[in-house]
C-alpha cells in the first residue's frame, strides 16, 4: 500500500485504539492492544522493536517500563505522530528512537532485540511483503528472543462466518449495519488498506515459513451492546465452541520464537 494512504485523520479516527489515543493522549490502550502488549512480558532493559508504530503509544508504555523502545513505520504521519509522543513522554525510565523505514529491510543489527511487536500490521502487507519483513524481524531477534502478532479480522469469520451473521441482520432489520463487502464494517477505510487477512492456520504456517515456531490463538472482543438473551446464547456458542469458534472468533493473536 503507498504510505499516503495512511494519513494522520486514519491513525486518529480508524487505526486500532485510536479512540483511547485521543481520550488519554496515549496513556491508555484499548483492550485489543492491552492484551496484545501483555503478551509481551516486557521489563526493563530489554531493547524493543515496535514494527508499525503508528501513533507511539506502544512505545512510550516499553519505556516506562525501562526497556529501550525502537519504532519504525513507514507512513510519515505515523513517524510525525510517535516523536510527538516520544516529546511528550516524562518519567521513562528507558530510551525511545523513532525513524522512517520499511519493515522489509530494517535498519538495525542482528539478533539486537529482545521483543519485536507486530500489532495490526500483518494484514497491511501482501503476502510477499509478509514474509520479507517476518525473515528480518527473524535476524534482528535475539536467539531467545520474541515475537508478538496481533492481526484482525480472522480471515475465516470474513469468508464463511460474516455471510450467515450478515443474512442473520438482516432478518432482523438491521442489515443497514453490515454492507456486503465485510472490510467494509465499522471501519470503511479498510477495504483500501486491508490486503492480507490472517486466519490461525495461515498465521501459523507464515510464521513457520520465516523460521518461527509458534502458538496462535484466536480471541474477540467484547461486543459492547446488549441483546436479548437468545441473541447472547447464540454467540457464546459460536465463539466458546469448536469448530464454530474458528470461524467466529474475530482476532488472531500469536507469540512466536525462533525454530532451534
Not at 195 to 207: D, G, I, T, Y
Request: with cysteine.
Amino acid at each position: 500500500m503507498p504510505s499516503a494512504r495512511y494519513t494522520e485523520e486514519y491513525f486518529l479516527t480508524a487505526c486500532e485504539g485510536y479512540d483511547e489515543f485521543v481520550r488519554s493522549e496515549g496513556e491508555h490502550l484499548s483492550r485489543r492492544l492491552s492484551a496484545a502488549f501483555a503478551l509481551a512480558a516486557v521489563e526493563a532493559g530489554m531493547n524493543v522493536l515496535d514494527v508499525g508504530c503508528g501513533r507511539g503509544e506502544i512505545l512510550r508504555h516499553c519505556a516506562k517500563l525501562g526497556a529501550n523502545a525502537y519504532g519504525i513505520d513507514y507512513a510519515v504521519a505515523a513517524v510525525q505522530l510517535s516523536k510527538e509522543i516520544v516529546q511528550n513522554t516524562s518519567g521513562a525510565r528507558g530510551k525511545i528512537g523513532v525513524a522512517q523505514a520499511d519493515a522489509k529491510r530494517l535498519p538495525f543489527p542482528s539478533g539486537y532485540f529482545d521483543r519485536v511487536l507486530l500489532f495490526d500490521v500483518v494484514e497491511h502487507l501482501h503476502p510477499w511483503e509478509l514474509h520479507e519483513a517476518l525473515r528480518e524481524i527473524h535476524r534482528v531477534l535475539k536467539p531467545d528472543g520474541r515475537l508478538i502478532v496481533h492481526t484482525a479480522p480472522n480471515a475465516w469469520y470474513d469468508r464463511y462466518a460474516y455471510p450467515f451473521v450478515r443474512a442473520f441482520r438482516r432478518l432482523l432489520g438491521q442489515g443497514a449495519r453490515y454492507p456486503a463487502n465485510p472490510r467494509a464494517f465499522l471501519v470503511n477505510v479498510n477495504q483500501e488498506v486491508h490486503v492480507n487477512e490472517q486466519s490461525m492456520l495461515s498465521l501459523r504456517r507464515a510464521l513457520a515459513k520465516a523460521g518461527f515456531r509458534s502458538r496462535v490463538w484466536l480471541d474477540s472482543p467484547p461486543q459492547g451492546r446488549q441483546n436479548p438473551l437468545w441473541i447472547d446464547l447464540l454467540r457464546s456458542f459460536a465463539f466458546h465452541v469448536p469448530p464454530f469458534r474458528w470461524f467466529f472468533e474475530r482476532e488472531v493473536f500469536a507469540v512466536a520464537a525462533k525454530r532451534r
